[in-house]
């Protein structure tokens, strides 16, 4: 099966080893994998800063850039959930919207790509540890990705898992609002980190990198000694 | 005689502007989409919904009592004397007559020294100076909600509003026959009366246990306002 | 007090709320509470995705009739003898309501829990007047006592206040002489007003929802003290925002089931009233007068637009009990009588940009207030649109941000400006890089490293790791 990869703009910056992972995983899943050069970002700083127009110039790049595309997968719950926003920003655009439409169809999250498309639950990924789960809010509430991820952690082995009060509540990342209102960013990313530690877990494994810098920004300004990873991370590891 | 009304047309002119059209003079009220309501507590038998409503007094902080007609008159006044006794104020209401009240009202309270006020409207404000001072108010449910555990009490001359609201305690006499699933079916009565064009009464209580409020630090204090104890007495036979 | 209830700035607000430990222990774990019960409400009626769907087309369904029900409500109150007053203003509906008191040369007005008449300030109106104003609700009652605090909370307006505070407040003002139990304190209360609702002129209540078809208010409160507002006083007032109706008996059931379980998880709250027009007959008890004021206030604006939405609220607090940001600042950083998500999308519209502009940014749109709405608001959506209106239609962004989000669509929108910003990140930051972080970032950075690190940008991005590594999918 021919996958597209959206790497997402943090992960290509900043988590390449995110990226990595994502591409042995499937790779061993027997996916082939691509990953259209001219891709950038999906747009969310501007856009949900509330610059929409000055953004679409992106959004359309993107538009093309997975024009044919078969399946587009991305490590990323809130970069997949813009892209099936997509057709309602364009909305009553005759030649956008369509386009935006296609493209929202055949983007997946990866974790939801996996079980959903490849119906695999049990990708063979072994981790010894105490690890926890922060469900990541685009992810779960608005592109309603809610039971993948847990079922394909259930099946690493070696790994045991204490849940995360509160898993549901926002970390404080909300891309800007870290930036503009960043002492209300930090005392929630205070909560949440306070939180993980009360699991007592070594690991916190999430889904999407935007949360995972921020928790794992504060957990080592904290000097906590727990390991922050990716969930694609946690798949490949054996 | 009609109340008056005032600035109504500029008002709604301006709405129906916003709204980017002329006045409406007709809408009917519309075919929902939607019927949850239905659904709760469908096909329950009579004796199922007074165990949801015996169940449901838990919550509400309201002790249930289950009689008969032959009993009704000592549990009426067993409850009354674990209250702590009068006085007593009631509604005007024959059907006190008709469940065998008639004795305990009219003999062996006042051979106890228990002081009653019935209801008489000619008497005006003396009703509600009485209800003021009652230590128990004894109402009759006209229809009951299994499932909230809410008496439903009709309003009128005979019927003061404040026996339910002003004495200390608060007793429910509760026929078997006036329990319902939920609310939407009191609402549907009340409908129905209203388009055979019956006036609705000027005042329709749901009353769901004694009042209480949860205003200071979130803890529940029973008693606020209305009364601070509460008990319904179910006759089976009604 | 008006909707606007500070001349703070924002971030001195938040910052005080920030700093206010016992109110964010007292909202989060209320917030916890309001959750479980809110949650568990909801999963022991069942169907509760079909409820909302219900919820929100009665109310769509009203707002694209406004004029229509407001007509029949109106028809159907005066039919019962009830006066009815449309006003367009706060001024209007408080100089209407100040000359019906007048009228009636009242003294002492007892009023219940209404949002809307905090909205118009009314209570300063009736106190120019001479008149003695008694909050009856437990929570406003505390708060009035107090000195006239704004609430922090639509539903539980006294949130932010412990007990202690409490019992000082009585035992300054009224020479409280018991305890802080709240059993007590409630005890004291309720002696207190008991006496001012039996002496009262005038009652004044809000309206939870209206019913147009028998011209009839619904009252939903678990202490009663809106039932002994409307039924002892000479006179009712009503008031009411325009939006606040539904067509029949049917609808305001079921808004009422969706209203008491996501306010206060329970199915039904203690007192749900429906009053139609003033006393009959020989009623005893009741008003002999009814008047019901309709109050716009800017509603209308909200009509036909994008925001049109925000306006099928029934104020039941389920997204400011599930929102993050308000567990952490309070009610009170928001500047106005409505906080939370609801009052960051409605108080900018009802009260303008230039004292509301930040609200719409005091949220990461994480969406936790619109999957708790019962009505199906889509809150974060609207917060959205509010920054667009501020950015695009307002231009009301400072330079500094425009011209960085312009960067960002240039960066974003051409893959030369992308390449070399991205390959310039990591030597550009390695000034600020400490091994694989960043502690004190600069410009926009800074407030990000003050509170955790940033990490510094990958040597080798991982487009450029793609590229070069071996094919075919052999492992590296
Ligand atoms: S916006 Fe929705 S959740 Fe918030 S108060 Fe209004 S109805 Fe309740």
């Given at each position: 099966?021919k996958?597209?990869?959206?790497a997402t703009?943090?992960v290509?910056m900043?988590q390449?080893?995110?990226?990595?992972?994502?591409?042995?995983?499937?790779e061993?899943?027997g996916?082939?994998?691509?990953?259209?050069?001219s891709?950038i970002?999906?747009g969310?700083?501007?856009?949900?800063?509330g610059?929409v127009e000055?953004?679409k110039n992106?959004?359309?790049r993107m538009?093309?850039?997975?024009?044919?595309?078969?399946y587009v997968?991305?490590?990323?719950g809130?970069c997949?959930?813009m892209?099936h926003?997509y057709?309602h920003i364009?909305?009553g655009?005759p030649?956008?919207e369509p386009?935006?439409k296609?493209?929202a169809a055949k983007?997946?999250?990866l974790t939801q790509?996996?079980?959903?498309?490849l119906?695999?639950?049990?990708v063979g990924?072994?981790?010894?540890?105490?690890?926890?789960?922060h469900?990541s809010?685009?992810?779960?509430?608005?592109l309603g990705?809610?039971?993948?991820?847990?079922k394909?952690?259930?099946n690493?082995k070696?790994l045991e898992?204490s849940e995360?009060s509160?898993?549901e509540?926002c970390c404080g990342?909300?891309g800007t609002?870290?930036?503009?209102?960043?002492?209300?960013?930090?005392q929630?990313v205070?909560?949440?980190?306070?939180?993980?530690?009360?699991t007592?877990?070594?690991i916190i494994?999430?889904?999407?990198?935007g949360?995972?810098?921020n928790?794992g920004?504060?957990?080592d300004r904290k000097?906590k000694p727990i390991?922050?990873?990716h969930i694609?991370?946690v798949?490949?590891s054996r | 005689m009609?109340?008056m009304?005032?600035n109504r047309?500029?008002f709604?002119d301006?709405i129906?502007?916003r709204?980017?059209?002329?006045?409406k003079?007709?809408?009917?009220?519309p075919e929902w989409?939607y019927?949850?309501q239905?659904?709760v507590l469908k096909?329950?038998t009579q004796?199922e919904?007074?165990?949801?409503?015996k169940e449901?007094c838990k919550n509400?902080h309201?002790?249930?009592?289950i009689?008969?007609?032959?009993k009704?008159?000592?549990?009426?006044k067993?409850?009354?004397n674990?209250?702590?006794?009068?006085p007593?104020i009631?509604?005007?209401?024959?059907r006190?007559?008709q469940?065998?009240l008639?004795k305990?009202?009219k003999e062996?309270?006042?051979q106890?020294g228990?002081?009653?006020?019935?209801w008489n409207?000619t008497?005006?404000e003396?009703n509600?100076?009485?209800?003021?001072v009652?230590n128990v108010?004894i109402?009759?449910?006209?229809?009951?909600l299994?499932?909230?555990?809410t008496a439903?009490?009709?309003?009128?001359?005979?019927?003061g509003?404040?026996?339910?609201?002003?004495?200390?305690?608060?007793i429910?006499i509760?026929?078997?026959s006036?329990i319902?699933?939920?609310?939407t079916?009191?609402a549907?009565?009340?409908?129905?009366k209203?388009?055979?064009?019956e006036?609705v009464?000027s005042?329709?209580?749901?009353?769901t246990g004694?009042?209480?409020s949860?205003?200071?630090?979130?803890?529940?204090?029973?008693?606020v306002?209305?009364?601070i104890k509460?008990t319904?007495?179910?006759v089976?036979d009604l | 007090?008006?909707?606007k209830?500070?001349v703070e700035?924002?971030?001195?607000r938040?910052?005080?709320?920030?700093q206010?430990?016992?109110m964010r222990?007292?909202?989060?774990s209320?917030?916890e509470?309001f959750?479980?019960?809110r949650l568990?409400a909801?999963?022991?009626l069942?169907?509760?995705e079909?409820?909302?769907s219900?919820?929100?087309?009665?109310r769509?369904?009203?707002?694209?009739?406004?004029?229509?029900y407001?007509?029949?409500l109106?028809?159907?109150?005066?039919?019962r003898?009830?006066h009815?007053?449309?006003a367009?203003?706060?001024e209007?509906a408080?100089?209407y309501?100040q000359n019906v008191?007048?009228?009636?040369?009242?003294?002492?007005i007892?009023k219940?829990k209404?949002?809307v008449?905090?909205e118009?300030?009314?209570?300063?109106?009736?106190?120019?007047?001479?008149?003695?104003?008694?909050?009856?609700?437990?929570?406003e009652?505390i708060?009035q006592?107090g000195d006239?605090?704004?609430?922090?909370?639509?539903?539980?307006?006294?949130l932010?206040?412990?007990?202690?505070q409490?019992r000082?407040?009585?035992?300054e003002?009224q020479?409280?002489?018991?305890t802080?139990?709240p059993?007590?304190?409630?005890?004291?209360a309720r002696?207190?007003l008991?006496?001012e609702?039996?002496?009262a002129?005038?009652?004044i209540?809000?309206?939870?929802f209206?019913?147009?078809?028998?011209?009839s208010?619904?009252l939903?409160t678990n202490e009663?003290?809106?039932?002994?507002?409307a039924?002892?006083?000479?006179?009712?007032?009503t008031v009411?925002?325009?939006e606040?109706?539904?067509?029949?008996?049917?609808?305001?059931?079921?808004?009422v089931?969706?209203?008491?379980?996501s306010?206060?998880?329970?199915?039904?709250?203690?007192y749900?009233?429906?009053l139609?027009?003033p006393k009959e007959?020989g009623?005893v008890d009741?008003?002999?007068e009814?008047h019901l004021?309709i109050?716009?206030n800017?509603?209308?604006?909200?009509?036909g637009?994008?925001?049109q939405p925000?306006?099928?609220?029934?104020?039941?607090?389920a997204?400011?009990n599930?929102?993050?940001?308000?567990r952490h600042?309070g009610?009170h950083?928001?500047?106005s009588?409505y906080?939370?998500p609801?009052?960051a999308?409605l108080?900018p519209?009802?009260g303008?940009?230039?004292d509301y502009?930040?609200?719409?940014?005091?949220?990461t749109?994480?969406?936790a207030?619109?999957?708790?709405?019962?009505v199906?608001?889509?809150l974060h959506?609207?917060?959205h649109?509010h920054?667009?209106?501020?950015?695009?239609?307002?231009?009301?962004?400072p330079v500094s941000?425009k011209?960085l989000?312009?960067a960002?669509g240039?960066g974003?929108?051409s893959p030369?400006?992308?390449?070399?910003?991205?390959?310039?990140?990591?030597?550009?930051?390695?000034?600020f890089?400490?091994g694989?972080?960043?502690?004190?970032?600069?410009?926009p950075?800074k407030?990000?490293?003050?509170?955790?690190?940033?990490?510094?940008p990958n040597?080798?991005?991982f487009?450029?790791w793609?590229k070069n590594r071996?094919k075919?999918?052999?492992q590296?």
């Open positions: 099966m996958v597209t990869l959206f703009c943090l290509d900043f390449s080893d995110v990226g990595k992972a994502v591409v042995e995983v499937l061993r899943l996916c082939e994998i691509e990953f259209p050069e891709q970002c999906c969310q700083p501007s856009y949900n800063s610059y000055d953004t992106a959004m359309k538009i093309t850039t997975f024009e044919d595309a078969e997968v991305s490590p990323s809130s997949a959930y892209f926003e057709p364009f909305q655009d030649i956008w386009k935006a296609s493209l983007t997946y999250e790509f996996i079980v959903d498309v119906q695999v639950e049990d990924a072994q981790l010894a540890g105490r690890a926890t789960y469900t809010c685009h992810m779960t509430r608005l990705v809610k039971e993948a991820p847990m394909l952690l259930k690493v070696g898992f995360l509160g898993k509540r990342f909300g609002f870290s930036v503009k209102m960043g002492n209300i960013s930090e929630m205070d909560e949440k980190v306070c939180n993980i530690e009360e007592g877990a070594d494994i999430g889904a999407d990198a949360c995972l810098m928790i920004g504060r957990i000097g390991k922050v990873m694609a991370e798949l490949n | 009609n109340g009304i005032q047309n500029v709604l301006k129906a502007n709204l980017g059209r002329d006045r003079t007709i809408v009917k009220r989409a019927h949850p239905d659904e096909n329950a004796d919904l007074v165990d949801v409503l449901q509400i309201t002790d249930f009592v009689t008969n007609t032959a009704l008159s000592d549990s009426l067993e409850v009354v674990r209250y702590g006794g009068g007593v009631t509604w005007k209401d024959e006190f007559d469940y065998g008639t305990l009202m062996e309270w006042p106890d228990v002081d009653l006020h019935v409207y008497k005006k003396e509600i100076e009485k209800a003021n009652a108010g109402t009759i449910s006209d229809i009951t299994a499932e909230s555990g439903v009490l009709f309003s009128s001359k005979d019927k509003r404040t026996v339910s609201f002003l004495p200390a305690t608060s429910i509760i026929p078997k006036s319902v699933p939920r609310m079916q009191a549907r009565i009340i409908r129905e209203v388009k055979s064009g006036q009464a005042c329709i209580n749901f009353i004694p009042s209480n949860a205003d200071i630090e979130m803890i529940l204090v029973v008693g306002h209305g009364p509460a319904y007495i179910v089976e | 007090m008006a909707m209830t500070s700035k924002f971030n001195d938040v910052d005080k709320g920030l206010d430990s016992f222990g007292a909202v989060s209320a917030q509470r959750q479980t019960r568990g909801a999963e022991e069942g169907n509760w079909e409820w909302r219900h919820g929100e087309e009665i769509q369904h009203v707002l694209d009739n406004l004029d229509y407001l007509f029949e109106s028809e159907n109150v005066s039919k003898g009830g009815v007053y449309f367009q203003t706060a209007e408080t100089s309501i008191v007048e009228k009636k040369n009242a003294k002492k007892v219940s209404s949002m008449t905090e118009i300030n009314l209570n300063a109106g009736l106190e120019k007047l001479g008149c003695e104003v008694i909050e009856t609700d437990l929570g009652y708060l006592v006239h605090e704004p609430p922090s909370h639509i539903v539980v307006p006294a932010h206040k412990n007990k202690e409490i000082d407040v009585f035992k003002k020479g409280y002489k018991k802080e139990k059993e007590e304190l409630a005890l004291h002696e207190k008991r006496q609702y039996l002496t002129d005038v009652g209540t809000g309206c939870n209206a019913i147009a078809e028998t011209g208010i619904t939903v009663g003290n809106a039932d002994l507002v039924a002892l006083p000479k006179t009712q007032i009411m925002g325009m606040r109706l539904v067509p029949t008996f049917e609808e305001m059931e079921v808004l089931s969706l209203l008491t379980r306010a206060v998880g329970q199915k039904l709250t203690s749900i009233t429906t139609t027009g007959g009623d009741g008003p002999e009814f004021v109050v716009d800017g509603r209308s604006d909200i009509l637009g994008e925001f925000i306006l099928q609220c029934i104020r039941c607090a997204c400011v599930a929102c993050p940001v308000y600042v009610g950083s928001y500047g009588i906080s939370g609801v009052g999308v108080s519209l009802l303008g940009y230039d502009k930040e609200l719409p940014y005091a949220s749109l994480c969406g207030c619109t999957e708790a709405c019962p199906k608001i889509p959506e609207l917060l649109k920054r667009q209106v501020i950015v695009e239609k307002e231009g009301r962004s941000e011209l989000m312009k960002f240039l974003a929108s030369a400006m992308y390449k070399i910003g991205s390959k310039m990140a990591s030597p550009v930051m390695s000034p890089t400490n694989n972080k960043i502690s004190k970032g600069p410009g950075l407030a990000w490293t003050e509170a955790r690190e940033f990490p510094a040597k080798e991005r487009r450029d793609f071996p075919g999918g052999e590296s």
